[in-house]
């Protein structure tokens, strides 16, 4: 049941991303250089330093920047301008535990083991990234609002419990704060979160985002689909966390263009794919990510930031 949710993404993904190294290279990555005691990684792509502006790393890391809502339509740069900014670093997490015998060679790009995903998460810290929010995110792309210093955003999709129970006390650890896209079907199953601790989540100064009730591809949407997969669950989202979701991740980085006027119907802002290319219209509603893999290295994650943006 599991499995089903990955083998498109993963297709897709892989497809995509021609620069990243193949899986059996990744795999190959030696344990010396996962348990290296300090794994910092100097980032000297001209793209990072261009969107590098601002030092107050402190303030930029609470989120507090104000949401969309904030900022007046006729603030917003045209799509032209929003696509041609320095794109920020944004990578994709399913699930955090070790693999199991049963895992499949496909499934593995979507299941991080719980040392790889520390060894991935210490990486950025050592080599001085910061996470940003969408708000933060959006106000850079829509008006150019500055950023902290080598911003990067960590996105968790699929409501796993272990993202509660193991990626976040391992962010907590360096300051970090991250996105949780929800699928609502799954709250409060076994292995799964519940309400409270998305809750929690969104307490603690992450953002939830809305990820459809039960994964269904949108593609596919026709008539009432639009209000079971995204308003409903938008709303239930907003009932859990008492703050209004202003964002979006399509199921498997699928979307279509007709997607885009029904998300915006429904009061989100911007919307997020994988690792495609962006739409040249409504940029904003195609953000891009890249799915951390778990045959990825702290090294091999750090090149495919590099490359993917
Ligand atoms: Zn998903």
Redesign the pocket.
């Known amino acids: 049941m599991k499995f089903t949710?990955y083998p498109l993404?993963a297709a897709a993904s892989l497809a995509s991303l021609g620069a990243l190294p193949a899986c059996n290279d990744a795999k190959n990555a030696t344990a010396a250089e996962t348990a290296a005691s300090s794994t910092a990684i100097a980032a000297d792509s001209a793209e990072t330093a261009t969107l590098t502006t601002a030092g107050n790393a402190t303030a930029a890391n609470t989120g507090n920047t104000g949401s969309p809502a904030t900022i007046p339509a006729a603030q917003r740069a045209d799509a032209a301008t929003i696509t041609a900014r320095p794109q920020v670093p944004i990578l994709c997490y399913?699930q955090i535990r070790d693999w199991r015998p049963r895992d499949s060679k496909g499934a593995k790009d979507y299941i991080v083991p719980v040392e790889q995903f520390k060894a991935q998460i210490k990486m950025l810290a050592d080599s001085g990234y910061h996470t940003i929010l969408p708000d933060q995110l959006y106000a850079y792309l829509t008006t150019g609002a500055p950023l902290p210093s080598k911003p990067v955003m960590l996105t968790f999709?699929?409501t796993d419990l272990d993202q509660f129970t193991v990626a976040r006390p391992t962010l907590d650890k360096y300051g970090f704060k991250a996105v949780y896209?929800i699928?609502t079907v799954s709250l409060g199953r076994p292995n799964y979160m519940s309400k409270a601790q998305v809750k929690q989540l969104s307490d603690e100064g992450n953002v939830i985002g809305s990820?459809?009730w039960d994964?269904h591809n949108v593609k596919k949407y026709e008539g009432e689909d639009w209000v079971t997969q995204i308003e409903k669950p938008t709303k239930q989202l907003e009932e859990i966390t008492g703050k209004k979701i202003n964002y979006f991740?399509y199921?498997?980085?699928l979307w279509r263009p007709e997607a885009i006027p029904e998300l915006k119907k429904r009061g989100m802002d911007a919307a997020f794919i994988l690792a495609e290319k962006r739409d040249q219209q409504d940029p904003l509603y195609t953000i891009r990510r890249i799915i951390a893999s778990g045959y990825w290295s702290p090294r091999t994650l750090h090149n495919s930031i590099v490359q993917s943006f």
């Open positions: 949710r993404l399913h999709d699929d896209f699928m990820h459809t994964h991740a199921p498997f980085g």
